[in-house]
């Protein structure tokens, strides 16, 4: 079914097509193939299954294909590990081998066919895993595990060759992880820890070390998922299944790339519905592929730009480093809720306190000057002469006695104190020891939270090693940085889950009546003209000039006594991106004659520049406002997105802009707007009114629903500049710009 006299699908063709998996495999809700309410308006999944990854984690039987005792060969020593393994979490365990009767005294069956039993995970020890994927298909295997590298990592014949074994795994039925993955899924875990644990995924084997490493330090560890080239298994498919399992406190990502930014979105959605922090670290910071060079849209938008910005919208909480990854991850896994944002800073010395307090503050911590009776309180056991303001100075003498736990108890009763942190630069014994003893004493006492940096470089200290690493109530950094980031992330993931709504519950499902009629306008593979593009904007309520399309000077005189003066002409055809570099737009015409002159004038450049127009517009002209932008670009990875910034001649100098990926509610507009460096202007400056901000973002959910439902239409679209009127008169688009796909 056609769409228009173009050929373009609509969006109930393109709905129909993902159901009956033209295109990709369907997706799975609750166990059956997605139908029409499960899917958006352009047919891409509004929700997807975890899967049950329980079988993969903790198998009753395992094969292990291409088992060996031999010794010096590196089948060896995996062999060897998978068979510790398997003992440790109580799977049978069969090596897989054709000349082999038995391996470290298991007998060995020579192919899958001839296993004694089912078994529900594969280890492929071998350097092509393809011709053994019809094999585990006939054995029912469930999860298979292929170490082989030489694929996607390697280029366009490695990725190839890994779309070809990806297909196998999706006809064969089965979940495969890898290829070229590890033996992280099958390390040993202290199970001798208690408390809320951290599952930990990673696509780089090598850097996940630091986190697990965190087990020696008392942090549990429940799960590793090396996901490797993810051909099948993928970060968003651990993340999912993750989120659903009742131990798990935190999940901490090392992520390269992403491989597909629905799935990813899916599963943060699953986290936060679920309250589960998701902390990752996201690298390859490339540049998005090419783009059409004509809307400002486009230059404001780089890939890291939407993927941080898709992650933020989603609460997924980006850090840089795997020592930030270790420490927010464990503080966010086994700290409660906060029962206040209040952030108090402790300590045993003025300027460690004053310089802690500067960069808590720089970051955005909440710390709140303590009441005058709350001061009173502590200065019976504190000097008067030292601050207790916040940060508390207590001058180092109340800590080597009695006084030192009163004033971590008073601090902590404070009812808008949620959370106190005690900045020790290094070993002093024995105040610091007694310190760190009244701080985990303490901690055991409250549910509010207790941090303590231990800036000793040394680390070997029993007040250390013992004391405060012995406590799961304290949380121990060693930087400033990390602990200031740490507690950033907690306060803000506590307050994204408190209000987290799934913007997929109220996405829309079926076309507007607005989406039938823009069908007409489009022209695939095309920019539209600025009179297209308005009319594909008054189609989606989005309010633009009076304005008429005129194709002789004389009707220009008489377009501008109906439009009424001053009035605007500007050139309009498909091929025009910039107008006014060209000398295309001329503003406030106030008289017959000059916009006579204005006509042969646009008309005369077009010709000599060798542009063809449609007609030139005469334009309402508007004045007064605040210039924004606002624009639709694809992105490879998450498709549609939509920005907005300052406009006008600000958009490529200030390039101040904020970015979200549909679906979003209004609490995400105007959270867009509040992300801008300009937004001072939205508020009124010098002397000038503030604007209609609610005009602004009604603007802002316009331009989604056109990105929903003509994502799969329009590669790019640039509303610039927007007015925005004073408060209550509303937005102007006065220029678009569309590009078809």
Not at 203 to 222: N, Y
């Amino acid at each position: 079914m056609l769409g228009s006299t173009h050929g373009t699908l609509t969006t109930d063709s393109r709905r129909a097509r993902v159901i009956a998996c033209g295109e990709q495999p369907s997706p799975v809700v609750h166990g059956r193939p997605a139908d029409v309410d499960d899917l958006d308006v352009s047919g891409r999944p509004l929700y997807a299954d975890a899967p049950d990854l329980d079988r993969f984690f903790r198998p009753e039987s395992v094969a292990v294909v291409g088992a060996s005792d031999a010794e010096g060969r590196p089948n060896t020593g995996i062999t060897r590990q998978l068979i510790a393994w398997a003992e440790r979490v109580g799977a049978r365990l069969h090596p897989v081998h054709p000349t082999r009767q038995s391996v470290f005294g298991i007998p060995c069956s020579p192919s899958l066919a001839d296993l004694p039993e089912q078994v529900d995970l594969a280890v492929l020890l071998v350097g092509d895993p393809l011709p053994v994927i019809r094999e585990l298909a006939e054995a029912k295997v469930k999860f298979a595990v292929a170490f082989a590298s030489g694929f996607a990592e390697t280029g366009a014949e490695g990725a190839a060759a890994q779309a070809h074994l990806a297909a196998a795994v999706r006809r064969a039925g089965l979940r495969l992880l890898g290829p070229n993955t590890n033996l992280n899924a099958f390390e040993k875990f202290r199970d001798d820890l208690d408390g809320p644990a951290i599952a930990l995924i990673t696509q780089s084997g090598h850097q996940g070390r630091p986190v697990f490493a965190m087990q020696e330090l008392g942090v549990r560890l429940s799960h590793w998922a090396p996901t490797g080239n993810e051909a099948d298994l993928e970060t968003a498919d651990f993340i999912s299944y993750f989120s659903e399992q009742p131990e798990i406190g935190a999940i901490a990502c090392y992520v390269e790339g992403l491989k597909d930014g629905r799935s990813f979105l899916l599963a943060a959605d699953r986290a936060a519905r679920r309250g589960v922090p998701v902390v990752a670290v996201k690298v390859g910071r490339t540049e998005t592929g090419a783009r059409t060079a004509a809307s400002h849209t486009g230059k404001l938008t780089g890939a890291d730009t939407v993927v941080d910005a898709a992650m933020r919208q989603y609460g997924v909480i980006r850090v840089d480093g795997l020592d930030e990854l270790q420490d927010t991850a464990a503080l966010l896994a086994r700290a409660r809720a906060p029962r206040a944002e209040g952030v108090v800073v402790y300590s045993i010395s003025g300027g460690t306190g004053a310089h802690f307090a500067d960069l808590a503050t720089a970051a955005g911590l909440p710390l709140p000057n303590l009441s005058a009776p709350k001061q009173a309180e502590l200065h019976q056991w504190i000097p008067e002469y030292l601050s207790v303001t916040n940060p508390v100075d207590n001058g180092g003498h109340p800590v080597g006695d009695w006084r030192g736990r009163k004033i971590i108890d008073a601090i902590l009763a404070d009812p808008e104190v949620g959370v106190l942190i005690c900045p020790i630069t290094g070993p002093f014994p024995p105040m610091s020891d007694k310190l760190a003893q009244d701080l985990v004493d303490a901690a055991e006492q409250t549910d509010k939270l207790v941090c303590v940096v231990w800036g000793s470089p040394v680390g070997t200290e029993a007040a250390y090693r013992e004391t405060l690493l012995g406590s799961s109530k304290v949380a121990t950094f060693r930087t400033f940085a990390n602990c200031i980031t740490a507690v950033r992330a907690y306060l803000d993931h506590h307050r994204f889950v408190a209000a987290y709504r799934s913007p997929f519950d109220e996405a829309p499902r079926t076309p507007s009546p607005s989406f039938r009629k823009t069908q007409a306008l489009m022209r695939p593979g095309q920019q539209l003209s600025e009179h297209a593009a308005k009319q594909l904007l008054r189609a989606y309520g989005i309010r633009v000039p009076r304005e008429q399309l005129v194709t002789s000077a004389a009707a220009a005189v008489r377009a501008a006594s109906l439009v009424g003066y001053p009035v605007v002409m500007k050139a309009s055809g498909a091929q025009i991106a910039h107008k006014t570099e060209l000398g295309l737009v001329k503003i406030g015409l106030t008289s017959a004659s000059q916009v006579r002159d204005a006509y042969r004038e646009l008309t005369d450049i077009a010709r000599y520049e060798g542009i063809s127009l449609d007609g030139v517009l005469v334009c309402q002209m508007v004045e007064r406002g605040v210039e924004m932008v606002v624009g639709v670009t694809h992105d490879q990875l998450f498709g549609p997105t939509v920005t907005v910034g300052l406009g006008g001649v600000l958009v490529e100098v200030l390039r101040d802009a904020a970015v979200r990926v549909p679906p979003f509610g209004e609490d995400q507009a105007r959270g867009m707007l509040g992300e801008l460096r300009g937004r001072a202007l939205l508020e009124g400056v010098r002397g000038g009114p503030p604007v209609d901000v609610d005009a602004l973002v009604e603007v802002v959910m316009r331009v989604q629903r056109m990105a929903l439902e003509l994502g799969d239409d329009i590669a790019e679209l640039d509303i610039n500049p927007l007015m925005v009127l004073p408060r209550g008169q509303g937005a102007v688009a006065l220029d678009a710009l569309v590009v078809c796909r």
